[in-house]
């Protein structure tokens, strides 16, 4: 046979070959016109070398055009039923109802770089064009539901035992045509995934194992009922189970606050100017070496960038330096970092006493004690050693960045790096930019993060910038609420029972109630006018810091290593209780959320108001990244949007 019998159809939807209706409706017209014409024989199916297909267009989610005609089932059905073969040809991205597409192919080859994934659970809805039918019948039992219930990336390399693909090959397109060729002359043969027979027993195994799991999301229960079709039902009803639970799912609130989440990380503001040519950054100084210089190093040489760490003190950087070390040997031990990569990212690590080691970095971020006093020395310092072109970003938490700036002789050049702790894991960074910072460093700045893998917020210079003056907001909510008769253990419970990693009060406790004292003492000197509860001050002096001395809000001991609501609070509590008299009231949970939740919110708006946040939807990433905020609730101000509070 001529490889010109064989039909290639490119699916062309840039940037990701999203499946929308006019896509969908160009597959099925592809399909129709090879099948009529004579000269063709068989079919390949491809995308573009970056996408076969991201999937469905979420765009078009909850709108009529999700299911306007040619629908998906119609779409998979005129590959499945197309009386010349059908070979999917993938490379690039393989996702969702891309995914899908395939599976429904007579056979499929994948480039072995290819990333498959059925990301669907990440938008709280279940693959819904037969991908929890077919990939059972494709992969082992817990490969499959591992995918669909974690919605993680594989490569095809990766999968390439699995039975999924055909073949994995870098000539993609040649070796789909000569597949498709040798099941057009019938030298090969295949068997459709729905006329494959799922392991059953393996199946639903995996299924039972997954419900014990604790709080499991609507849609996850729903990839597991469909999951389980597959294995004790006939195909076709599995299919119109699975469809009848996409559909209930597209509209639910988890899946539109998962969407929202989905579009604000795309739409998050950007510089308006673009990092100056020759302004990339390959070599890093890194001021202080304690818990944040430490964090920031082993993102910034896992990134592939050179750093050299300065501190005054010589034990400092020697303990920074075995900490490091033990760190990245942990991300081996765990598979976070390949073995043969150690070597190479510890020796981009370089440690030094003093700044003029400095002298060629093209970015300097300086993290010693929060003490504007000293950090005003680094920087000018730091002036006077650093190349003029270099940026100079602070990473305070809540100093002021105008201040900082102002001690050097050129402000344009500075600005704020917020990062999170542990800064080598968090995603977080909070770009903060002063008054005089020049597009130029803030582009710079931006681009660094994305490069080193964090999500950047541009923030601007307030007290606190957008995160922690939104957390001031909410602690001072949580204190009267305890003022007004609420227990913290209530006030954590409810809060991590609807979804925060941690409620108030465990946050202090991890911060440290000094760290705490010291933020409110600060802010009472500058704003004497707002309330501040008196009970962080009574847990300082009473010595309750916190986990490092066993006892904040919690205590905590080797049996109780998350704490435990602790007695000599309560008593303490109802003491000081007598002395604030406030109205006392009960407070159901959901009052709880409802009250904290607001009050993040209306400091967001007044940052929003300000100026110091671009979108309501950079605060919310703020939360989502930064502060354990669930993701299937969208972020502060996308909640209080969608259940009008104020
Ligand atoms: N629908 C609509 N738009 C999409 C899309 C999709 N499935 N996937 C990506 N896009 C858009 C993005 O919004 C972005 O638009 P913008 O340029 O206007 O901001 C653009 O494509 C490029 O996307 P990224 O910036 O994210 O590009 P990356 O190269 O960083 O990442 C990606 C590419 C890994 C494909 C990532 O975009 C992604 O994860 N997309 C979503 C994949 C997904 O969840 N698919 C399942 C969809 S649901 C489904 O298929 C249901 C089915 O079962 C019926
Ligand atoms: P740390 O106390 O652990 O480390 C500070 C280090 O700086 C010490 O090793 C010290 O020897 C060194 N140092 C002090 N003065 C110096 C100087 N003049 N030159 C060189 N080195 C000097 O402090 P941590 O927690 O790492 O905080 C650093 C900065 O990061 C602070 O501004 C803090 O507010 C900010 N930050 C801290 C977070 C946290 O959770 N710890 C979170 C986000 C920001």
């Known amino acids: 046979m001529v490889h010109d019998a064989v039909r290639v159809v490119r699916l062309d939807n840039p940037p990701v070959n999203a499946l929308g209706q006019s896509l969908r409706s160009a597959v099925v017209e592809g399909i129709a016109a090879a099948n009529s014409d004579p000269t063709v024989r068989a079919i390949v199916l491809s995308g573009t070398d970056k996408a076969f297909s991201a999937g469905a267009d979420i765009t078009e989610f909850g709108t009529p055009l999700s299911t306007a005609k040619p629908d998906f089932p119609e779409m998979l059905a005129s590959l499945e039923n197309s009386p010349k073969p059908v070979v999917a040809a993938v490379a690039g991205v393989c996702m969702g109802g891309g995914l899908e597409l395939a599976l429904a192919a007579h056979a499929r080859v994948a480039r072995p ?36 219930l974690n919605g993680k990336a594989r490569t095809a390399a990766d999968l390439k035992d699995t039975g999924l693909f055909d073949a994995v090959d870098e000539n993609v397109i040649e070796a789909a045509k000569a597949l498709a060729e040798d099941l057009a002359e019938g030298k090969r043969h295949a068997v459709l995934l729905r006329d494959r027979g799922p392991d059953n027993a393996a199946l639903g195994a995996a ?34 189970l699975e469809h009848r639970l996409f559909a209930q799912l597209e509209t639910s609130d988890d899946a539109k606050a998962l969407r929202h989440a989905f579009f604000a990380e795309r739409a998050l503001s950007k510089p308006e100017g673009s990092a100056p040519k020759g302004g990339a950054v390959e070599r890093v100084g890194i001021v202080g070496s ?26 400092a950087l020697s303990t920074a330096r075995e900490m490091i070390k033990a760190s990245l040997v942990r991300d081996v031990e765990k598979s976070r970092v390949p073995a043969e990569k150690l070597d190479q990212i510890l020796g981009r690590l370089g440690y030094a006493q003093g700044l003029d080691a400095l002298a060629s970095s093209d970015l300097i971020i300086e993290a010693v004690f929060e003490d504007m006093d000293v950090k005003l020395k680094v920087f000018s310092d730091l ?4 190349r003029p072109e270099a940026v100079l970003a602070s990473n305070t938490s809540m100093l002021d960045i105008d201040r900082i700036a102002a001690s050097t002789a050129n402000p344009g050049r500075v600005v704020g790096l917020h990062f999170f702790s542990p800064a080598n894991i968090m995603r977080l960074l909070e770009v903060v930019r002063g008054t005089a910072t020049s597009t130029a460093t803030l582009a710079t700045a931006v681009a660094f993060a994305r490069r080193i893998g964090k ?30 008769g609420v227990s913290p253990y209530a006030i954590d419970k409810a809060l991590e029972d609807w979804g925060m990693a941690m409620g108030p009060f465990r946050i202090l406790d991890l911060a440290g109630n000094d760290v705490s004292y010291s933020v409110r003492k600060t802010r009472k000197a500058m704003y004497p006018h707002v309330y501040i509860s008196p009970l962080g001050e ?61 009050a993040l919110a209306r400091e967001g708006t007044h940052i929003l108001a300000e100026g110091h946040a671009a979108s309501s939807s950079d605060i919310d990433i703020v939360y989502l990244y930064g502060y354990g905020f669930p993701r ?12 009008g509070l104020t």
Request: one cysteine or more.
């Open 113 to 148: 770089d290819a990333r498959i994934a059925l990301p669907e659970i990440t938008l709280g809805v279940i693959p819904g064009a037969g991908g929890t039918q077919r990939l059972p019948r494709a992969l082992p039992a817990d490969e499959a539901l591992d995918m669909i």
């Open 207 to 240: 299924v039972a194992r997954m419900r014990g799991e604790p709080g499991l999301r609507q849609a996850t229960v729903a990839a597991l009922d469909a999951v389980e079709a597959a294995a004790d039902r006939p195909f076709d009803d599995g299919l119109a």
């Open 290 to 315: 304690g818990t944040m210089g430490r964090g920031i190093a082993i993102s910034v040489a896992k990134a592939g960038i050179e750093v050299t760490m300065v501190d005054l003190d010589a034990d």
């Open 383 to 386: 002036e006077r050693i650093c």
């Open 455 to 484: 999500v950047p917020v541009i923030a601007g210079n307030c007290h606190g910038f957008i995160g922690n003056r939104m957390l001031e907001a909410y602690l001072d909510r949580a204190f009267t609420l305890i003022e007004e």
């Open 538 to 598: 009574i847990m300082y002096l009473a010595g309750r810091l916190g986990q490092k001395s066993g006892g904040g809000w919690y205590d905590y001991g080797p049996d109780a290593p998350k704490g435990r609501p602790s007695p000599d609070v309560e008593a303490l509590l109802k003491k000081e209780r007598l002395t604030i008299t406030r109205p006392q009231r009960t407070c159901a949970p959901n009052d709880i959320i409802s009250e904290l939740i607001s």
């Open 632 to 643: 299937y609730r969208g972020g502060p101000m996308y909640y209080c949007m969608t259940h």
